[in-house]
């Protein structure tokens, strides 16, 4: 038995893709327990930052918390709204001048459908196998996350920014044709931001444990369900997948204290 307060899940580049659960006593490669039964009992909440047994009212966070620390900023799903180069204080400059002055990319992600998304060069390839990603390649490499956002602004105009996750965990998705798609992307580029463009960009292929993709999916929210057991089948993305169509959210139960048994 294990338990724990559910976190984001750690992942390892490999062949496939290796995920681990960072519970307080415990550290737990989630691979080796494919064709298992798994048993998840919901016992309480707990705050990702000040720890308390409150309500979680987003990522992971209590509501007060989620309003008040920096990394809840609204420039971190916004990255066009990063004020740290200015040397302007949104909620902590110390801590906005060392998440968002540093490398940041751009990138395109194949996942349910073509994407475009921007994460701080040290999250490459963690960022794209949390969002299920088949296939990445960066298109450009910024010195910031301000000039990163505004690169983002302008080519969502032409590819989205969103995931189908319902599609993503089903492995539906069509073939793209990359060069074509970062021949696009270049040309819709304002020219000044064209000088931070990646020479000969590198298609990525990502490998993801899954044994059964679901044909239709049911969500677990383990606050509401309390328990469930499931044989696995799988892990994408952030996501559990169970021979039942029920898939877990890591993210979205992040703050849920569990335990969980393996049979």
């Not at 990063?82 to 060392?98: F, I, P, T, V």
């Not at 921007?118 to 960066?138: C, E, L, N």
């Not at 029920?246 to 992040?254: A, K, L």
Request: hydrophobic share 40%.
């Amino acid at each position: 038995m294990f338990k724990g307060v559910l976190k984001k899940m750690i992942t390892e580049l490999a062949e496939p893709i290796r995920y681990f659960l960072n519970f307080e006593n415990d550290f737990v490669e989630l691979n080796q327990f494919l064709d298992q039964k798994v048993k998840i009992d919901f016992i309480g909440t707990e705050c990702l930052n000040c720890h308390a047994s409150k309500t979680i009212f987003r990522q992971g966070f209590c509501q007060t918390c989620f309003f008040e620390i920096p990394l809840a900023g609204d420039w971190v799903m916004r990255p066009e709204l990063s004020k740290a180069h200015l040397g302007e204080e949104d909620r902590d400059l110390e801590y906005e001048k060392k998440i968002q002055l540093q490398p940041h990319c751009v990138y395109l992600a194949l996942s349910s459908h073509l994407k475009v998304g921007v994460t701080r060069k040290s999250q490459i390839p963690t960022r794209w196998i949390d969002q299920g990603a088949h296939q990445a390649v960066g298109i450009l490499e910024l010195p910031n996350r301000y000039l990163a956002g505004i690169a983002e602004v302008s080519l969502k105009n032409h590819f989205s920014d969103k995931t189908n996750w319902r599609k993503m965990l089903q492995n539906d998705y069509n073939e793209v044709p990359w060069e074509k798609a970062i021949n696009l992307a270049i040309e819709i580029l304002p020219q000044d931001l064209r000088s931070y463009l990646i020479s000969d960009p590198e298609v990525s292929k990502l490998n993801f444990p899954v044994l059964q993709y679901p044909e239709r999916v049911k969500s677990l929210k383990l606050e509401k369900e309390k328990s469930f057991s499931g044989i696995l089948k799988g892990i994408k993305g952030q996501y559990l997948i169970f021979d039942d169509q029920t898939v877990c959210n890591i993210r979205s139960n992040e703050g849920a204290v569990v335990e969980m048994n393996i049979n």
